[in-house]
């Protein structure tokens, strides 16, 4: 595996302030206006210190050095549930894995080192790359959030999913088979 977790540290809040202003990822945001740096900063302070939630930095391995590439983070954890979500800095690591990677290194942090019983999380129904990702792992969509956002004055549909422990104890082995398959077909092409 070519992604590793870290925790959120002091250190990252311009990095992480730049990567969600940028583009392509304000785009799947359910807002996309210039995070300001006021904002950040506040959002920012109390991401380190809030119990409720915990947040990583998804660090990639490239030429012999881990690098920041994103973004993970548990919100709402709470009763031995929680919510989540991820993305990725640069629009060119689509398609090499990371995104799988990140979500398999989460689910594991969630429901091992955590001990959740339910996991959620909701994605834009025009980001169906991620809905898919999200279904390939064990996620079960649970609702479809008709008009849930506004971007751009436009009603934007989202959908809601959900993953319980005993379906990602079932889950898990497909989906380190699959990581491990395709980290093998990486290896060969190289």
Request: hydrophobic share 45%; aromatic share 8%; proline share 2%.
């Amino acid at each position: 595996m070519n992604v590793r977790l870290r925790p959120l540290a002091a250190a990252d809040c311009d990095a992480v302030r730049d990567w969600r202003n940028r583009p392509h990822v304000a785009a799947m945001m359910y807002t996309d206006h210039e995070i300001s740096a006021g904002e950040h900063a506040t959002w920012f302070a109390a991401a380190l210190i809030d119990q409720t939630k915990r947040y990583y930095i998804v660090e990639t391995l490239e030429d012999g050095g881990w690098t920041g590439a994103g973004l993970a983070g548990f919100t709402h954890i709470e009763e031995q549930s929680a919510s989540w979500a991820f993305y990725l800095a640069d629009a060119e690591t689509r398609g090499r894995g990371l995104g799988a990677q990140t979500e398999f290194l989460m689910l594991g942090k969630a429901f091992d080192e955590l001990g959740l019983h339910r996991l959620r999380c909701e994605v834009l129904a025009i980001n169906a790359r991620v809905v898919a990702l999200h279904e390939s792992f064990g996620f079960r969509r649970i609702a479809l959030l008709a008009g849930r956002v506004v971007k751009n004055g436009a009603p934007h549909d989202v959908v809601a999913l959900e993953m319980k422990r005993e379906d990602w104890a079932f889950a898990r082995g497909m989906a380190e088979h699959r990581l491990n398959g395709r980290a093998e077909h990486a290896a060969k092409s190289a």
